[in-house]
């Protein structure tokens, strides 16, 4: 048994592994613009999102795009660059991610010659171009609607992902707003865990339900994305806790769907993905064109969605 | 075959260094139940708040069952995270499709058993190693959980489902229930049947239960099987717990359920995997992670206080089992 196993698992391996070369007929060589897009977050509904409708851009424009994720590995996606950069791709295209957190991965491109264009990531030396949503401005209009529902004042908890620049902004916009408002008062920021970020958000939320027990002891819930809302929302839902409110932001359909059918999701705010998406590809075409850009760093609003 | 600490039976400190070995990390448990009680009487120690704790590690506990199961036999199973991601996506897709829920359950249970196999062959009978074998696999699960997906939740699920993740039999949480039945079937499984003794003997010493005559290789194939299918049961509840299914939901239980299993080890059972040491050291890490949230702990410092944790449980097994 043991040694038909041991011959019959390499080669059911090999076959599995050849499979889909051959269904996508790897042998017929072509010249096409190869763009690689490198992620840490694929598994986040918004990154695929986003990257999935860049990928449909690009394909329309005639180019090869190859999508690497890295599942929250930041130091594999700085090797995932260098093999892109020794790969000779004509640009790679960050999908979110901290940019500083690759400065080994992007000075490898600068000095290959291959640009790197930012898609939702953060802007810094050796990234070409950003297009981002406003982060700063997403918070703050998630914080706002959280306002306009609980009035202005209140306990308010903050559910937030300091690694991530785009979180951590929006973060940044929504104490800012809160501040402005005496009445409001930030009783807890939590950090929600990735991956795992609907149930992490669960647990904490019961916990937070136990420790504030008093009925307006907590009057809101800010998340950073919709995923920790959602998490947020379920265990409000089960507790009975239906005075508190939560808000989101991304858009994402999930958030869409509770908050049409209950009131305690109370608002998202949307990012035009297709925006960023179409914006992206029209600029890396212009690029490849050799067309020199207006801005390095575009910045798309966001819109409430309640 | 199976050890026990019966060479330490002379003079009170021995006595106390033994009872210390057995019930330690019992008694680590209490303290810090006895300690978050103390801090926060009114809100740790209510049975709201135990209903909860429970019902958060329910589904870390079923996974860890079977991961414990595996490390009876001195194996590994790193993919669990990933077996149960791709169960609640394979789950979700079968009930957004159309599929009623009872045949669902089945097809993914089903499919839990059919990866545990796939797990058995590359590490019992091709003789991959387990650490690797288990990644390389649960790198593939996680790739196929987002192939299924595209990397979206899925969401839209019957109204009837929520009743496994967010119901009640009685007052006790349904995913409790299940919890103690998985736990139940472990232990009958690793503590009066052959099979268990076996799975024992293989962890003591592989080449020694070899030459005694036992099918080390079936043996360790069905540790795998039943690793895939608990994992398989704890991606369903989950996916009912949070009415939604994500490709990596799962995925801390990859060390958590590892941690489980060592913090159990220390008790019970002298450096040995078991059923209950399991549920012990899960609740070990819910009461740690609940309690750090109801005082006020920073995530990150309760991040700390969670591994510093864990590296003593591992001292200390290792301790146990030298002496054993």
Known sequence: ?306 | MRTNSGGLDSGPSLDLQRFLKTWGTLLGFVFLVVLFSLLRPDAFAQIRNLRNLVEQVATLAIASAGVGMVMVTGDFDLSVGAVASLSGVILASLLVSGVGIAPAILLTVLAGAAIGAVNGLIIAYAGVSPFIGTLAAMTSYTGLALFITRGTTVFGLPAAFRWIGQGRVGPIPTPVVIMVGVVLATWILLDYTTFGQRLYAIGGNRQAAYLAGINTSRARFFAYVYSGVTASISGIVLTSRLFSAHPQAAAPFMLNAAAAVFLGMTAFRDGQPNAFGTVLGVLIMGVLSNGLNIVGVDTYIQSVLTGAILILAVLLSGLSQRSA
């Open chain 1, 1 to 306: 048994m043991k040694g038909a196993v041991r011959i019959a698992l390499p080669l059911m391996v090999l076959a599995a592994a050849g499979l889909p070369l051959w269904a996508g007929g790897a042998s017929e060589p072509e010249e096409r613009v190869e763009i690689a897009v490198v992620t840490p977050y694929m598994a986040s509904a918004t990154t695929a999102q986003v990257i999935n409708q860049f990928q449909e851009y690009g394909e329309e424009n005639g180019w090869n795009i190859r999508i690497s994720d890295t599942a929250g590995d930041f130091g594999l996606l700085v090797t995932r660059i260098q093999d892109m950069v020794s790969q000779q791709v004509d640009a790679i295209v960050l999908g979110m991610g901290d940019p500083q957190q690759m400065s080994a991965g992007l000075s490898a491109a600068e000095e290959a010659g291959v640009p790197v264009f930012g898609l939702d990531a953060g802007f810094t030396d050796g990234v070409y171009l950003n297009v981002t949503s406003d982060n700063h401005d997403l918070g703050r209009q998630a914080a706002e609607a959280l306002i306009d529902v609980i009035g202005e004042e209140g306990p308010v908890v903050m559910f937030t992902h300091d690694p991530h620049p785009g979180v951590r902004a929006r973060a940044e916009g929504a104490r800012e707003l809160f501040a402005e408002y005496p009445g409001i008062e930030i009783v807890r920021e939590i950090h929600i865990e990735v991956p795992g970020p609907v149930d992490f958000a669960r647990s904490v939320t019961e916990d937070l339900l136990t420790s504030f027990s008093a009925a307006g002891s907590i009057a809101g819930i800010w998340a950073g994305w919709d995923e920790p809302a959602y998490g947020a929302t379920q265990a409000i839902q089960r507790d009975g806790r239906d005075e508190i409110r939560v808000v989101g932001v991304d858009g994402t359909d999930f958030a869409k769907q509770e908050i049409d059918s209950a009131p305690i999701f109370t608002a998202t705010i949307e990012q035009d993905f297709d925006g960023m998406a179409r914006l992206l590809s029209n600029l890396v075409r212009d690029y490849l064109a050799g067309e020199t850009v207006e801005s390095r760093e575009y910045q798309i609003p966001g819109t409430v969605y309640r």
